[in-house]
C-alpha cells in the first residue's frame, strides 16, 4: 500500500493549491521542495534589521479581483478579511536615461484607427506583435506597447501569443481589483503550508521518479517516498528531467517549451533619500532591465522598495546596481547588503500553437493517475496556475 494518496513536487502556488483541493477531500497529501520556504514565484522578501517589517516582491506582485479560483481558496483558509488594497499610483516609461510619461510616447494620429482595425481581428493563431501591432500600429507598439508587455511578462513579448496574454475572466466586487497581503503575496503561500493537513518535506529535490505497479515510487537524494498519485508542479525543464525514464513521451513534449530566465534584485531605501515621485513602477525601453515594479503601490512611512527584473546576462552584478543607482539616481554606497535582496526566476516562453501541444499533453496524461500544473499551460499568471491545479485535481479524482 502506497504511503500516500498524492505527492506533489514543488511548494509553489501550483503544487499548494493542488495540495489545498487534495487535502479538503480527505487525501493523505505531500509535498516535496528542494528550497526551505513554500511559495516559488509568489516571493515576498522581509528585511530585518533597521529595516525590519519591510517587505517587497521578488516574483508576482498583486493579486486581481477576477483571480476567481485563488479568491476561493483564499476564502477558505480565511484570507479574504485579510486583503490590502493597492495605491492607485501610475507606470511610467524610463528612456533614454530620463523617467517619462507614458503618453508622451505615444504617436496619437495613429490611435484613433485602433476601434476599426480591432473589428474581426482573432486573437488565436497570432502572436503579440502581430495582433497588437496591427492595432495599435508599429510605431506605437514599438515606443510603448512592446516594452510594456515585455514588461509584463519578463521577457521579450512579441512571439508570445496574443490569447495567453490577457484573458478575460469575472470580476468579484467585494474584492479591490488589485490587492496584496500583510507582508506580501507570500501570505498566501505560507498559509496553505501551515494547514496541519498539508505536510511539506522542505529541502528534499526530487531526483526519480518511477512506476513500481499500481504505485509511483519518488526519490530524493536520501530518501523515497510510495503514493498512489503524483503531481509535478515544477518548473518545465525539472518536470521534462524526471518524467524522462518513465514518461519519455511527456519528456519530449516538455522539452519543446522553452523557459526565460529573468534576474531580479529588490532594494530598499529610506523614503527621504529618494526624489522619484510615487509610482506603481517603471517600464524600460532599450534598457537592460524590463521593468522596475514599486512598493508604492502599498506605501511605508519610512521606506520604500524597488524590485528591477533584469535580463538574463547583459549586465554582471556590480553592473546592475550600478544601474539601480542611476535609475534611483542614489549613490552606489546606499546599495548594501542589508537594504538588496536576489532572485533568480524561470518563466516559461509560450509560443503561437501551445494551445495544441497543452492538449496533447493532456491527452497523453489521460488514465495515467499523474498530474502536470504549473505556469506552462494556458498562462504565466497566478491565477492560470491555480486554475491549472485545480482541473488536474478533479481528474486524478475522477480517476481514483
Not at 517516498?225 to 524526471?242: D, S
Not at 529588490?266 to 514599486?294: H, K, M, N, T, W
Request: some cysteine; glycine content about 10%; proline content about 6%.
Amino acid at each position: 500500500m502506497a504511503d500516500h494518496d498524492l505527492l506533489i513536487v514543488g511548494a509553489g502556488i501550483s503544487g499548494l493549491s493542488m495540495a489545498h483541493h487534495a487535502a479538503g477531500a480527505g487525501w493523505n497529501t505531500r509535498i516535496l521542495e528542494p528550497e526551505y520556504r513554500p511559495g516559488g514565484c509568489l516571493h515576498s522578501h522581509r528585511f530585518t534589521g533597521a529595516l525590519d517589517g519591510f517587505w517587497l516582491e521578488l516574483g508576482a506582485h498583486s493579486g486581481f479581483n477576477s483571480y476567481g479560483n485563488l479568491l476561493a481558496i483564499m476564502e477558505q483558509v480565511g484570507l479574504l478579511e485579510r486583503i490590502q488594497r493597492r495605491a492607485k499610483v501610475g507606470f511610467r516609461m524610463f528612456v533614454d536615461g530620463k523617467i517619462r510619461s507614458i503618453p508622451s510616447q505615444l504617436y496619437f494620429p495613429a490611435l484613433p484607427l485602433a476601434p476599426f482595425r480591432l473589428l474581426g481581428l482573432i486573437k488565436t493563431g497570432r502572436n503579440v506583435a502581430e495582433y497588437y501591432g496591427h492595432i495599435v500600429g508599429r510605431r506605437n507598439y514599438a515606443a510603448v506597447f512592446e516594452p510594456a508587455f515585455n514588461a509584463v511578462i519578463c521577457q521579450p513579448a512579441n512571439d508570445f501569443p496574443a490569447d495567453s496574454l490577457f484573458q478575460p475572466r469575472p470580476r468579484r466586487k467585494d474584492v479591490p481589483r488589485g490587492f496584496t497581503l500583510p507582508g506580501g503575496l507570500q501570505t498566501i503561500a505560507d498559509t496553505l503550508g501551515a494547514r496541519p493537513e498539508i505536510q511539506i518535506d522542505f529541502g528534499q529535490t526530487t531526483r526519480t521518479l518511477r512506476r513500481a505497479g499500481e504505485h509511483f515510487v519518488v526519490g530524493t537524494d536520501d530518501r523515497e517516498y510510495t503514493a498512489r498519485t503524483v503531481g509535478l508542479a515544477t518548473p518545465v525543464a525539472v518536470a521534462a528531467e524526471l518524467l524522462d525514464a518513465e514518461f519519455p513521451d511527456l519528456a519530449r513534449r516538455l522539452r519543446e517549451i522553452d523557459t526565460a530566465t529573468i534576474e531580479s534584485i529588490g532594494v530598499a531605501l529610506p523614503a527621504e533619500a529618494l526624489q522619484l515621485p510615487p509610482v506603481a513602477g517603471l517600464i524600460g525601453r532599450d534598457e537592460a532591465f524590463y521593468s522596475v515594479v514599486s512598493r508604492d503601490t502599498v506605501p511605508d512611512p519610512g521606506y520604500r522598495g524597488f524590485t528591477f527584473h533584469f535580463r538574463p546576462g547583459v549586465l554582471d552584478g556590480e553592473e546592475k546596481l550600478a544601474r539601480i543607482a542611476q535609475v534611483l539616481d542614489v549613490p552606489r554606497v546606499a546599495l548594501g547588503s542589508e537594504n538588496v535582496a536576489f532572485k533568480t526566476n524561470q518563466l516559461p516562453m509560450l509560443r503561437v500553437g501551445h494551445g495544441e501541444r497543452t492538449r496533447d499533453l493532456d491527452k497523453a496524461l489521460a488514465g495515467s493517475r499523474l498530474a502536470l500544473t504549473g505556469n506552462y499551460f494556458s498562462g504565466v499568471a497566478i491565477e492560470e496556475c491555480v486554475t491549472r491545479s485545480l482541473d488536474e485535481f478533479t481528474r486524478l479524482r475522477q480517476e481514483g
